[in-house]
T-cell receptor, first 112, second 112 residues
Framework: KAGVTQTPRYLIKTRGQQVTLSCSPI?????VSWYQQTPGQGLQFLFE???????NKGNFPGRFSGRQFSNSRSEMNVSTLELGDSALYLC???????????FGEGSRLTVL | SQQGEEDPQALSIQEGENATMNCSYKTSINNLQWYRQNSGRGLVHLIL?????REKHSGRLRVTLDTSKKSSSLLITASRAADTASYFCATDLSGANSKLTFGKGITLSVRP
């Protein structure tokens, strides 16, 4: 069974640009969660989607948005990038609300 | 502030020794989970313990949960160099809109 796939793995952007990250969950998993990981703040919850509906949202500004498609694939978008958005963005899928999460390898975003 | 706080922040041991890591949390939980992360990679789920369980084993891992003290410990027995990684506890809070909240992690170094 294929794991969680995140693309792209690495990307470099400049301030003010926007970025879209993609996540393909494990087949059959309907829940997708996104986390931002930085050395200073650790793992911060961004949002969770289940069956195309945002079920929960973390304390991030509106520049951070996401969506989930009918095939459970998910995307997150960050607009008007700031230097502080440089981080490893992790996507995780789970079968149900029991919440054993399966993580992808992450998308490492560098904002210059 | 983080729901889960791990202790110590860093741990260095010799191969073959046992490693004990602790996690404290603040509010009622449905379950508590431990994850491992190798440098710059995605997280890997290790073990989940439910709020009505006190101890759980998986291979060389032993997890305990004390809900009265709001704390958990992860014991890795007979450590190996390959156990070198960051370890995170994550709490699944009670409530309809719960999310899995991670601590800042413990860096474990196992010296050959």
């Amino acid at each position: 069974k294929a794991g969680v796939t995140q693309t792209p793995r690495y990307l470099i952007k400049t301030r003010g640009q926007q970025v879209t990250l993609s996540c393909s969950p494990i087949s059959g998993h309907r829940s997708v969660s996104w986390y931002q990981q930085t050395p200073g703040q650790g793992l911060q919850f961004l949002f969770e989607y289940f069956s195309e509906t945002q079920r929960n949202k973390g304390n991030f500004p509106g520049r951070f948005s996401g969506r989930q498609f009918s095939n459970s694939r998910s995307e997150m978008n960050v607009s008007t990038l700031e230097l502080g958005d440089s981080a490893l963005y992790l996507c995780a899928s789970s079968l149900n609300r029991v919440r054993e999460l399966f993580f992808g390898e992450g998308s490492r975003l560098t904002v210059l | 502030s983080q729901q889960g706080e791990e202790d110590p922040q860093a741990l260095s041991i010799q191969e073959g020794e046992n490693a004990t890591m602790n996690c404290s949390y603040k509010t009622s939980i449905n379950n508590l989970q431990w994850y491992r992360q190798n440098s710059g990679r995605g997280l890997v789920h290790l073990i989940l313990i439910r709020s009505n369980e006190r101890e759980k084993h998986s291979g060389r891992l032993r997890v305990t949960l004390d809900t009265s003290k709001k704390s958990s410990s992860l014991l890795i027995t007979a450590s190996r160099a390959a156990d070198t990684a960051s370890y995170f506890c994550a709490t699944d809070l009670s409530g309809a809109n719960s999310k899995l909240t991670f601590g800042k992690g413990i860096t474990l170094s196992v010296r050959p």
